[in-house]
């Protein structure tokens, strides 16, 4: 039976980027390959309850089990990947694709100056030459625009025997006179003239580029010499489109050889790869995996392993593997290599881009399974506090001041039981004047769920004060005054005796000292105070150099902020030469700072 839920949770992975989507059912057969311009829409099309969709697709949609997919650089690669793959595993469903004898043909046509034609059905005997088939019409519509660009072949089917162009039976067509075509019919370009179009559209109908590139570079240097230089400009603009097709696609380049491509990145208990085939000048296949550390492999070990299994599952028989990490693995009539520049080092930077959407992928779901699944920590103190869920998500806030000076306070944020810092808040006492930390708490924890409310975030399962009695009943005012005050358990921890304190309630909470639940909490409790403290020394040291550099005359905020910004601490301002100093600030003002610096100092 289908999944639903399962599909769901991969579709939501998905990334918003081109590339190519395959559709497995159960058993792991390749149902269909799609291709994408933004694959997260495009696959998601699918599984929409409002959509309209043939009784093909229907079909197809109630049998996916498992999608994969592989970014590509743009929609044009998408496209290219997506034919090199049917072609090389024929879907079931890609019904459309699969037969060669509906792709079209690129002929060179048997007559004086010969014609491209485009044909389905072709008879080798009547053509000088035959490219194709190809499986992607678009892709072979752009190597006849970028032949079309470069040479004026003639779109016409007239008769061009030398006869006919002797008697001047014809005349120049609009194509003549908008530049497409030089005019053969009329005698205005030789025989051997066309001759050079049609044996560089053959080389480049092949896929070499190279030849047809060297004669276009020694014709502009020829015309440059002779000072023909709008010549010149236009061999150089006719390069310049030969370079920009040939960094179109990685896809599709006859200039790669066979061979294999990994990419490899690591975390402390796994390693994700993404493997790449290359054969005939296409990607063939592409596949992501994650492996488990079990015996703290190293990551070239893992490579090599890995590396030789998927050989084996695809029947790679190539001589060549490139990656981006060393490879431990020696085995006879087998080259290594980690490409620094050129088409291969291209493979290996679309590699990582696919493995680090996997990476992201993989993270993301283990992150979502844990956070659905408490841990025995946040049920323990859910029992402890008698609470009506657990407390998947948790806030704790602390103070810090220095006899009522910079007084700063910290918020940290526990998701199933683990600190998420990249919620992590710091925050500036504005209304406060003095060592008052009940009014701070209060002002603090009043600033954060206002905010929380009006942007309409999640409240928290449970809010941790560090603080006794005195904290936890401000705190309390506060969620009153934004009428949430009986929504949110709200509890406070006392350092001397880990008490915990519930509102209205004298009697303080005693955990076994042992508790996995109070050693949670104690864990909330200490990573406030740990980046609460942090944030306040900050502060200090900042407000200190202020205020010896506000001490100099003739040094302003502007300057002040200039040096803070750039050398972060007095010691660092001092150790610096005049030059370096006056770089930043200028010269005159240089020197009044490391003179101001010296004569503060000896004050002190």
Do not use: W
């Not at 972060?568 to 490391?594: D, F, P, Y």
């Not at 003179?595 to 004050?603: A, H, I, P, Q």
Request: hydrophobic letters at 35%; aromatic letters at 8%.
């Amino acid at each position: 039976m289908q999944d639903l839920e399962k599909i769901k949770a991969q579709v939501a992975q998905l990334p918003h980027e081109a590339g190519v989507y395959r559709y497995f059912d159960a058993e792991g057969l390749l149902l269909y390959v799609g291709k994408a311009k933004n694959l997260k829409n495009r696959v998601s099309s699918y599984f929409l309850k409002s959509a309209q969709h043939s009784g093909k697709t229907r079909k197809l949609v109630s049998q996916v089990n498992t999608i994969e997919y592989t970014v590509v650089n743009s929609e044009f690669d998408a496209l290219l990947l997506e034919n090199n793959l049917i072609k090389t595993y024929q879907p079931k469903y890609n019904i459309l694709l699969k037969d060669d004898k509906t792709y079209p043909f690129v002929c060179i046509s048997k007559e004086p100056f010969p014609r491209l034609l485009v044909e389905r059905q072709v008879n080798p005997a009547e053509y000088r030459a035959i490219f194709g088939p190809f499986s992607n019409v678009r892709a072979m519509y752009t190597v006849l625009d970028l032949v079309k660009k470069l040479y004026p072949f003639r779109t016409c089917s007239l008769s061009l025997t030398p006869q006919n162009i002797e008697n001047e039976k014809f005349k120049p067509c609009l194509e003549f006179h908008i530049g497409n075509c030089h005019a053969p019919c009329v005698g205005k370009e030789s025989e051997a003239e066309y001759e050079v179009y049609v044996k560089h559209a053959t080389e480049i109908l092949k896929g070499n580029l190279q030849p047809v590139t060297q004669y276009f570079e020694t014709e502009m240097m020829a015309c440059a010499t002779n000072l023909a230089f709008e010549q010149a400009e236009q061999y150089k603009q006719k390069i310049a489109l030969i370079q920009n097709f040939q960094t179109k696609s990685l896809i599709v380049n006859p200039k790669l050889p066979k061979m294999d491509v990994f990419a490899l990145l690591s975390e402390e208990d796994c390693a994700y790869i993404h493997y790449l085939r290359i054969k005939d000048g296409r990607i063939i296949h592409s596949q992501n995996q994650e492996i488990k550390r079990k015996l703290e492999e190293t990551d070239e070990e893992i490579l090599a392993l890995t590396a030789f299994d998927f050989r084996q599952f695809v029947g790679s028989d190539a001589e060549e593997i490139i990656s981006n990490i060393p490879f431990s693995l020696e085995l006879p009539n087998l080259a290594y290599q980690i490409p620094k520049i050129g088409d291969k080092k291209k493979l290996i930077d679309l590699a990582l881009k696919n493995v680090m959407f996997f990476k992201l992928e993989r993270r993301k779901l283990k992150t979502e399974k844990a956070s659905t699944n408490p841990t025995q920590a946040v049920l323990e103190l859910q029992k402890a506090l008698n609470l009506a869920s657990p407390p998947m998500h948790i806030e704790c806030f602390d103070n810090s001041n220095l006899q009522g000076t910079n007084p700063v306070a910290a918020m940290v944020y526990f998701q199933n039981g683990k600190p998420l810092k990249r919620e992590y808040r710091h925050y500036n006492v504005k209304t406060v004047e003095g060592p008052d930390d009940f009014a701070s708490m209060k002002e603090i924890v009043g600033r954060r769920y206002k905010r929380v409310i009006e942007e309409e975030k999640p409240l928290p399962d449970l809010i941790v004060i560090d603080g006794g009695k005195g904290q936890l009943s401000h705190a309390c005012e506060a969620l009153k005054e934004l009428g949430i005050y009986g929504k949110i358990p709200i509890i406070g921890i006392a350092k001397r005796l880990e008490e915990l304190y519930l509102p209205e309630d004298d009697v303080p909470l005693h955990l076994n000292k042992k508790s996995i639940g109070l050693k949670l909490i104690q864990h909330a409790r200490n990573e406030a105070h740990r980046f609460g403290i942090t944030f306040h020394r900050q502060k200090r040291s900042k407000t200190s150099i202020q205020t010896k550099l506000s001490e100099i005359k003739g040094i302003g905020e502007a300057t002040i902020e200039t040096l803070l910004k750039e050398y972060k601490s007095l010691k660092n301002i001092k150790a610096q030469t005049l030059e370096a100093l006056a770089q930043h600030v200028g010269e005159a003002r240089a020197k009044l700072v490391l003179e101001g610096l010296n004569t503060v100092e000896s004050k002190t």
